[in-house]
């Protein structure tokens, strides 16, 4: 039996981030054991009464604010417990990897001790730091938060054995900026097959139920999404329903519905949902909407999670022309619109109202799964963590 010991750090909520759970649950299935080191949240001790390899330690809650100096101040919070745990928790499993998940890239820093007694790291790049910092908050390349930035990831790779990053605009964007690793690889967040799969076909309905699950941010562009939603029911019967919307927006968001009279009736918000529930729930829905922005972040480094899970289940999707999404899908494989355009958004949410449409979308999409297959991915990550 492999006996091997994992540690899975992250600066997140485990509950709802499909890319550390879809690795946890391939290291369970070959009997490693694994420890979780997050965020605090109401869901995760779900998972430690059906998993016995399974331990999950809960640091400090997530900060959801503006303020530079505060969202500095929660990492900085959070790393200083984190490598006391790391430490202690270590000289007790011997882990033979730990793999850390950004942001911020220094968390690799908690791993030190371990690393000089043997423990193989992973960084693993959800985000790429310096474009969140120039898309998050209005930074330049110039600034010298950027360049404190880039030389943290800098370091943080070197401190690295291997790197990972969720998509192959993410790798040139890096290497461009002079970020670069021999053992560095890609891996999408792909949806785990066990979680999300094809679903049955919905019924013919005049009713159009579009859905989105996850932050609410002002760069994921939701209030363009709401109003084009609120423009299109002139025309056609729709609902938008938000699941989770975690974020500093979602306040707001609920506020301006309301304001509008379009809460609960145009739009549904509903609470966030585990990971392992969200299949059961995306089912209902005849398609997806992202309504990202476009910035730096999200043309270069920033696939969707949620476009690739509608995809798997067989939900056709709205998303905003950009090149990080281009990439991987095409005119036919997903229903573009203009990004910032609420017109043009608004358009092509009428256009959806075409079943055959939707049908043939849903068709299509299926050659990025056919192409990315999980299994390939799944065999690529077990041969770097078994290898030590």
Not at 368 to 388: A, C, G, H, M, R
């Amino acid at each position: 039996m492999n006996t091997k010991a994992i540690l899975m750090l992250a600066y997140a909520q485990y509950y709802d981030d499909a890319r550390i759970k879809g690795y946890v649950n391939i290291l369970l299935e070959k009997n490693f054991k694994v420890d979780v080191i997050c965020l605090e949240d109401k869901f995760s001790k779900k998972d430690l009464s059906k998993k016995n390899n399974l331990n999950i330690y809960f640091v400090q809650k997530k900060y959801q604010g503006n303020s530079k100096i505060l969202y500095l101040l929660n990492y900085f919070l959070f790393f200083f417990k984190a490598t006391m745990l790391v430490i202690f928790k270590y000289f007790q499993k011997r882990y033979n990897f730990i793999h850390v998940n950004n942001q911020p890239d220094f968390l690799v820093s908690c791993a030190l001790i371990p690393k000089i007694f043997g423990a193989k790291i992973i960084l693993d790049m959800h985000d790429i730091m310096i474009a969140a910092l120039i898309a998050k908050f209005n930074s330049t390349t110039k600034s010298f938060l950027f360049k404190l930035t880039k030389l943290q990831t800098k370091l943080s790779v070197h401190l690295s054995d291997y790197l990972f990053c969720s998509d192959d605009s993410q790798k040139e964007y890096l290497e461009l900026n002079g970020i670069k690793k021999k053992n560095f690889f890609v891996f999408l967040n792909l949806p785990d097959k066990n979680k999300f799969f094809e679903r049955n076909a919905l019924p013919a309905n005049s009713h159009l139920k579009f859905v989105y699950h996850g932050t609410a941010s002002h760069r994921l562009g939701l209030d363009l999404a709401i109003e084009a939603i609120e423009r299109a029911s002139k025309s056609i019967d729709v609902t938008f329903t938000i699941i989770g919307a975690i974020g500093e927006q979602k306040n707001e968001l609920i506020n301006l519905c309301r304001q509008k009279g379009i809460l609960n009736n145009l739009i549904i918000f509903k609470e966030p949902i585990p990971v392992e529930e969200l299949q059961k729930e995306l089912e209902k829905y005849d398609a997806g909407l992202i309504s990202n922005r476009r910035s730096i972040l999200s043309e270069f480094c920033m696939l969707p999670v949620k476009l690739m899970e509608y995809t798997a289940i067989g939900i056709p999707s709205i998303a905003p022309r950009l090149k990080v999404i281009q990439r991987y899908f095409d005119d036919e494989m997903v229903s573009y619109f203009n990004p910032d355009d609420v017109f043009d958004l608004t358009n092509t949410i009428i256009r959806m109202s075409n079943k055959e449409y939707r049908d043939q979308i849903v068709r299509n999409s299926k050659r990025f799964l056919n192409k990315y297959p999980w299994d390939i991915q799944v065999n690529n990550y077990l041969k770097i963590v078994e290898s030590n």
